[in-house]
């Protein structure tokens, strides 16, 4: 097949509900556990790979602004992979634009790792069916499998590169609200990429936890699939809880968790206390997620505004192809 000069893609963020912490093989980017996750309806990414002016190496822009060290290196590898299966050599101008703020938590990498691959395969003219692009898009970042697919994805931990890919789970009308708290919007100061390797290190705390993802991942799946909010809720708060702990006893600790995260948790609590079904997650950063009923977002969004900017999402759509930018 001929491939287009040029193609643009759009990835959602998504947000673990059962999470991914830990890869088996760095290389391939398996990981030791399945995990689950809602697409959102709110920070995307678009890209577009761009093969119409051969340059001599690639170029990668973020809102503009030319990508440089281990974030282009990241790119650039991802690229290569692609070159390589699709038999091509030419470099590609690469032109991302996020409407999620980068390297803070909040998912960057699954939406912008979804696109690339959607974006970039489609332009070196690999034709790849959903679960051959969420195999691809895993090898530039483990949660950006998961973005592929709208609404709840069920990323299989799997044991090669050919089982480990996410699936859709079928829809069945649920659709819970996450309100967003940002409560801290900056960068990282540990990537995720290295928390996750320290943990797997060092922490006493993991293999524990990876004993019981399994079980949290099939609690998850039923609960979902029967739209059950309270029992999603607590699985997914516990299991966050649980991966923090595991991070807090690396050696040495990555703390993401912030003061003002712990107001957020507080203020939660008193939700549940008040009889709002609401229930919190958070990744790799200080920012919280709250899972909560659509009719109860914004009464969530306005009992933690005082601790962050608030965002309500919903459940959003899969990465899709766009008319060039
Ligand atoms: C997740 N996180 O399941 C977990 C929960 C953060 C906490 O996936 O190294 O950027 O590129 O595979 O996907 C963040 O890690 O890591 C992440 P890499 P990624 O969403």
């Known amino acids: 097949m001929a491939a287009d000069l040029a193609a643009t893609a759009v990835a959602h963020a998504n947000i673990a509900l059962v999470k991914y912490w830990g890869k088996r093989d760095a290389e391939l980017v398996l990981p030791w556990t399945g995990s689950l996750s809602m697409t959102l309806d709110v920070f995307s990414?678009?890209?577009?790979?761009?093969?119409?002016?051969p340059a001599d190496e690639d170029l990668v822009t973020l809102d503009d602004v030319a990508v440089t060290g281990e974030p282009r290196r990241r790119v650039v590898a991802f690229l290569d992979l692609v070159r390589e299966r699709a038999g091509r050599t030419g470099k590609a101008v690469v032109?991302?634009?996020?409407?999620v703020p980068t390297g803070a938590g909040l998912a960057s990498s699954s939406s912008g790792f979804a696109a690339l691959a959607?974006?970039?395969s489609t332009a070196y003219g690999l034709d790849l069916d959903a679960t051959a692009?969420?195999?691809?898009?895993?090898r530039g970042s483990g949660?950006?499998?998961?973005?592929?697919?709208?609404?709840?994805?069920?990323?299989?931990?799997?044991?090669?590169?050919?089982?480990?890919?996410?699936?859709?789970?079928?829809?069945?009308g649920f659709a819970p609200a996450m309100v967003i708290a940002m409560v801290d919007t900056g960068h990282k100061t540990v990537s995720s990429r290295e928390a996750m390797r320290r943990t797997v290190e060092t922490s006493p705390l993991y293999r524990?936890?990876?004993d019981s993802a399994a079980a949290d991942l099939e609690e998850m799946r039923a609960a979902v699939s029967r739209g059950?909010?309270?029992?999603?809720?607590?699985?997914?708060?516990?299991?966050?809880?649980?991966?923090?702990?595991?991070?807090?006893?690396?050696?040495?600790?990555?703390?993401?968790?912030?003061?003002?995260?712990?107001?957020?948790?507080d203020a939660v609590l008193e939700l549940r206390r008040a009889g709002v079904a609401a229930y919190a997650t958070m990744d790799a950063g200080p920012n919280v997620k709250i899972l909560c009923?659509?009719?109860?977002?914004?009464?969530?969004?306005?009992?933690?505004?005082p601790h962050g900017t608030t965002v309500v999402a919903g459940i959003g759509p899969a990465a899709r192809l766009v008319a060039d930018r």
């Open 118 to 120: 959607l974006a970039a």
């Open 45 to 53: 990414t678009t890209t577009t790979v761009d093969l119409s002016s």
């Open 95 to 99: 032109r991302s634009r996020n409407t």
């Open 208 to 210: 524990p936890w990876v």
């Open 143 to 172: 949660s950006a499998s998961r973005s592929v697919f709208g609404g709840f994805a069920l990323w299989h931990a799997g044991h090669d590169d050919a089982s480990s890919h996410a699936e859709p789970l079928p829809s069945t």
């Open 293 to 305: 009923a659509p009719a109860d977002a914004e009464r969530v969004a306005e009992a933690v505004a």
């Open 228 to 265: 059950d909010l309270e029992a999603v809720g607590e699985i997914a708060e516990r299991n966050a809880l649980g991966m923090h702990a595991t991070m807090l006893a690396a050696r040495p600790a990555v703390r993401y968790l912030s003061p003002a995260t712990v107001a957020v948790l």
């Open 133 to 138: 692009l969420s195999r691809l898009a895993r």
